[in-house]
């Protein structure tokens, strides 16, 4: 079986599935280079798969999948009376990983789906979601968010326990790392979570998004509307939303994770957005961690996504179920 792959001027690429000369397992790569964000449908005999690729994001879709394997859409209500959205990849496992994007992304960000097709393949479920504000969610989006983003995280474990499924491990990438890093610093009920290029140092990376001076702005108009590059409106930084973020202390969160929880964080040598310094500190602040910095990945793993996707599986697979 393999997949006849057509392209189209709209960036849209759709795949479907035909008869081959062999049975053996096929390996499908879509290499999509553009310097804006894509919409990636793959239609196959069980579900149709979204895939959005980060702007400036180049990289090859490695989609391996299990045709017998469903995504599940499933809305979870946050303690907000928000509507959650996210996918669940079933596999039957009782065992649920749960997979956290990270500033404006969504759970269709091409890393998120490419780690649950490899979970998948391992027989382990994975969930995907929206945090609120974001993608298919409900709720306002904000600039900082890091404890409702929290609370989103809680109510989607609370809503799998009630199903009798457990959550075995949380990941999160960038912004999401830093989620599952307070989410263990405050709850101590997940006892494998994995940081991908999560950021340690709150205060820098701030002045590239809102400019110079941008203590002052806040303070004087009470918030800074960011723009893109077309001149439109994108989003609103509050002052709340500003001050949260600064007063975030991932290294009291670090050192508030449990002993028994096992913490990997991976970061790319050659990351442009959070330096890789930022994973050396969080290996030297949280009790019982591992590093893996990958050599010459930048902060969204382009041209290392196999790498990313081996290291994180390994790490599951070795402490999910430890003692």
Same mark, same amino acid.
């Given at each position: 079986m393999i997949h006849m792959v057509d392209l189209t001027s709209s960036n849209l690429i759709t795949a479907t599935r035909t008869p081959s000369l062999s049975d053996s397992r096929f390996k499908q790569r879509l !290499?999509?280079?553009?310097?804006? *964000?894509?919409?990636?449908? !793959?239609? #196959? #005999? #069980?579900?149709p798969i979204h895939l959005k690729m980060a702007a400036g994001d180049s990289t090859t879709a490695n989609l391996d999948q299990n045709p017998g394997i469903e995504q599940k859409r499933i809305v979870i209500q946050n303690n907000h009376g928000e509507k959650l959205v996210g996918l669940l990849h079933d596999t039957g496992s009782k065992d649920i990983v749960v997979l956290c994007h990270g500033f404006q992304c969504t759970k269709e960000y091409n890393m998120m789906v490419e780690l649950a097709f490899g979970l998948e393949k391992h027989g382990i479920s994975a969930f995907r979601f929206d945090f609120s504000g974001n &993608? =298919?969610?409900?709720g306002i989006f904000e600039? @900082?968010?890091?404890?409702?983003?929290?609370?989103?995280?809680?109510?989607v474990i609370q809503h799998f326990a009630a199903e009798n499924r457990v959550v075995s491990a949380i990941l999160g990438h960038s912004k999401g790392g830093n989620v599952v890093v307070l989410y263990a610093s405050l709850h101590h009920d997940i006892h494998t979570v994995v940081n991908v290029s999560g950021r340690y140092k709150m205060d820098r990376g701030i002045e590239e998004r809102l400019g110079k001076d941008y203590l002052e702005r806040v303070k004087k108009d009470?918030?800074?509307?960011? %723009? *893109?590059? %077309? @001149? =439109? *409106?994108?989003?609103?930084?509050? %002052?709340? /939303?500003?001050?949260?973020?600064?007063? #975030?202390?991932?290294?009291?969160? &670090?050192?508030?994770?449990?002993?028994?929880?096992? $913490?990997l964080t $991976?970061? @790319? *040598? $050659?990351? =442009?957005?959070?330096?890789?310094?930022?994973? /050396?500190a969080f290996a030297k602040t949280i009790p019982n961690h591992e590093l893996r910095i990958i050599e010459g990945a930048n902060h969204g793993y382009t041209n290392h996504r196999d790498e990313l996707v081996s290291v994180v599986l390994n790490f599951l697979k070795n402490n999910m179920h430890r003692a």
């Open positions: !290499l999509l280079i553009n310097k804006h *964000s894509h919409n990636l449908t !793959l239609n #196959t #005999t #069980t579900r &993608g =298919e969610s409900e600039f @900082g968010n890091y404890r409702k983003e929290v609370d989103d995280l809680q109510a009470g918030f800074i509307d960011i %723009k *893109s590059k %077309k @001149g =439109e *409106s994108s989003f609103r930084v509050t %002052k709340e /939303s500003l001050m949260e973020r600064l007063n #975030t202390n991932m290294h009291e969160a &670090g050192l508030k994770v449990d002993q028994d929880c096992k $913490v $991976v970061h @790319g *040598s $050659v990351d =442009e957005v959070i330096p890789v310094e930022d994973a /050396s």
